[in-house]
């Protein structure tokens, strides 16, 4: 990108996610997937790997998706056969999602296309595993963990 020098580091944020959200929904398509739903469905299977069967909330808070979008993606991915969408027992309010076994193995492909596309495109930082890959991950961290409003703490 020749204008990368005069970009302001705001913009080339927003153009590599935009670069990546691309790249995603390209390489999740053939499994019947988009970004968003790949991000769903992602989360909800490192959470599920973790132990946790998250509510819908929770789900949004990880992802940084709006908790009205989530529950539209949820009922979306529930319609797919890949989701299952379940009262909460200790809060009527909240709906725990869970993959379905059809979810899992949806998403444990993606997991692998995803995969496979992240090292590709961090190949110019040493892949995956490289040192600069994990300065940049790091750096990224500090970003996202920086309060938008700075009376909050970190």
């Known amino acids: 990108m020749s204008e990368a ?28 997937l988009t ?7 992602g989360s909800l299977y490192g959470m599920q790997r973790a132990g946790e069967s998250p509510s819908q909330r929770r789900l949004a808070d990880h992802t940084g998706l709006e908790a009205l979008y989530i529950s539209k993606l949820a009922r979306g ?15 009527t309010r909240a709906v725990r999602l869970t ?10 492909r993606a997991v692998v296309i995803v995969r496979d596309l992240q090292e590709r495109l961090l190949a110019p930082l040493g892949g995956l595993d490289g040192e600069r890959t994990a300065a940049f991950v790091r750096d990224l961290s500090l970003l996202l963990d920086t309060p938008l409003d700075p009376k909050e703490k970190p």
Not at 35 to 41: F, I, P
Not at 99 to 108: D, N
């Open 5 to 32: 020098r005069a970009a302001t580091p705001g913009f080339l944020v927003w153009r590599l996610s935009m670069k990546f959200r691309v790249a995603v929904d390209r390489a999740v398509a053939p499994l019947g």
């Open 35 to 41: 970004h968003a739903q790949y991000s769903v469905l």
């Open 77 to 91: 991915l529930e319609a797919a056969g890949l989701v299952d969408r379940a009262p909460d027992p200790d809060d």
């Open 99 to 108: 993959l379905t076994e059809h979810g899992r193995e949806v998403t444990a």
